[in-house]
């Protein structure tokens, strides 16, 4: 016998009116992610609507629902996960002005933020010192409790925080770009890498790859990291014109302060070491994986050289935009293994050992 679909309500203010829509989300740390409902608000005049058409699945997603960062991010149960959204625009407010029914319309990382900040009036919402609103397990300011993703039927979105998707571009292999993709073409956007330049990206993940597709159609020389010698051929295609094995202090060393600019992709324990003394004097290592623990650094690797080490997080919504305007010009979409909702437990478990290329996508229709 089917059991009941659960409803989890929101507490809607008066001015919020509210809907039910499918989705799937988890009940706990340890439970598989099932069927469910949840509350959605009717479009106010400066929201979006969208059906979501495919959904991608983010590593962060894993570590969200198994609260595998409690410490920092305590996850809220249930939780429907899922910021890599692209779908159709069904219903828009009476202010909404960038977007109409039928449109092409992608959600991020982010729903909103305070838009007063330094951070936000400079573009970069991703930075909100008040902290942005993410699309999911963030407080949901409208309806109160928490908000939910892409794992879903519908989602609604005030138009601000929502993307233009360019016709051109494989709708499917879009989705990941709304992490994935802005993940490594902001760093890559503001360590200013351009063609002459020597890049590496360390990992051929499901950021790694999209590392490698950006760096090379900005035109540097690309060398990919891996231990892995059965990845040479791969990135070769995706665009690297060098593949090193990390592992091998031979390889290494034949590139020592060769290189102005790596991006690192791993979230894995890994030794940073190596790669800083890789770069050219004033050149720049940033970290976009996040190793569960703190990673040792030998400070004699960044006085030598005047060598930066970095982080970068997504991207803001102008500057998102624009990687997907730019990802339509060059033809760029994610490697994506497409897969129905009904088989989201399956793909984590393959995730949790790497065994995707590059990254899943959910066909929503699934669950419509």
């Known amino acids: 016998?089917?059991?009941?679909?659960?409803?989890?309500?929101?507490?809607?203010?008066?001015?919020?009116?509210?809907?039910?829509?499918?989705?799937?989300?988890?009940?706990?740390?340890?439970?598989?992610?099932?069927?469910?409902?949840?509350?959605?608000?009717?479009?106010?005049?400066?929201?979006?609507?969208?059906?979501?058409?495919?959904?991608?699945?983010?590593?962060?997603?894993?570590?969200?629902?198994?609260?595998?960062?409690?410490?920092?991010?305590?996850?809220?149960y249930p939780c429907v996960p899922g910021h890599e959204i692209v779908g159709r625009v069904t219903k828009v407010g009476s202010a909404v002005t960038k977007f109409k029914e039928g449109d092409l319309a992608a959600v991020g990382c982010m729903v909103d933020s305070c838009r007063t900040c330094e951070n936000c009036r400079d573009g970069l919402e991703q930075y909100c010192e008040k902290i942005a609103t993410f699309t999911y397990n963030s407080e949901d300011k409208i309806l109160g409790g928490v908000t939910y993703g892409?794992?879903?039927?519908?989602?609604?979105?005030?138009?601000?925080?929502?993307?233009?998707?360019?016709?051109?571009l494989d709708p499917a292999g879009?989705?990941?770009?709304?992490?994935?993709?802005?993940?490594?073409?902001?760093?890559?956007?503001?360590?200013?890498?351009t063609a002459g330049q020597k890049v590496g990206v360390v990992g051929l993940g499901g950021l790694g790859h999209m590392g490698v597709k950006f760096a090379s159609a900005f035109g540097a020389h690309v060398v990919l990291f891996t231990t892995s010698p059965n990845k040479t051929a791969d990135a070769k295609r995706l665009g690297a014109h060098e593949v090193v094995l990390s592992n091998d202090p031979d390889e290494m060393l034949k590139h020592a302060t060769s290189f102005h600019f790596i991006l690192d992709t791993v979230s894995a324990q890994h030794d940073l070491d190596p790669y800083l003394s890789l770069l050219k004097r004033d050149g720049t290592l940033t970290l976009v994986g996040a190793p569960p623990m703190p990673l040792p650094v030998s400070s004699f690797n960044l006085i030598f050289g005047r060598h930066q080490l970095?982080?970068?997080?997504?991207?803001g919504i102008r500057e998102t935009q624009e990687m997907l305007d730019f990802c339509a010009e060059?033809?760029?979409?994610?490697?994506?293994?497409?897969?129905?909702?009904?088989?989201?437990?399956?793909?984590?478990?393959?995730?949790?050992?790497?065994?995707?290329?590059?990254?899943?996508?959910?066909d929503m229709e699934s669950l419509q």
């Open 1 to 76: 016998m089917q059991q009941a679909t659960p409803t989890i309500a929101a507490p809607a203010s008066e001015e919020a009116k509210t809907y039910t829509a499918r989705a799937f989300g988890a009940q706990g740390a340890d439970s598989n992610l099932a069927p469910l409902s949840i509350v959605r608000r009717d479009p106010r005049a400066q929201d979006v609507q969208i059906k979501i058409l495919y959904c991608g699945v983010c590593h962060s997603d894993l570590h969200q629902v198994r609260d595998e960062w409690h410490e920092t991010m305590p996850t809220v």
């Open 150 to 168: 892409g794992y879903s039927q519908n989602i609604v979105v005030d138009e601000a925080f929502v993307l233009k998707v360019s016709a051109k």
């Open 174 to 193: 879009t989705a990941p770009l709304l992490c994935a993709g802005i993940t490594t073409y902001s760093p890559l956007r503001h360590w200013k890498v």
């Open 310 to 315: 970095a982080g970068s997080g997504i991207g």
């Open 330 to 362: 060059h033809g760029i979409t994610s490697d994506i293994e497409l897969i129905p909702i009904q088989q989201i437990n399956e793909a984590y478990k393959r995730l949790s050992k790497s065994d995707v290329k590059y990254r899943f996508v959910i």
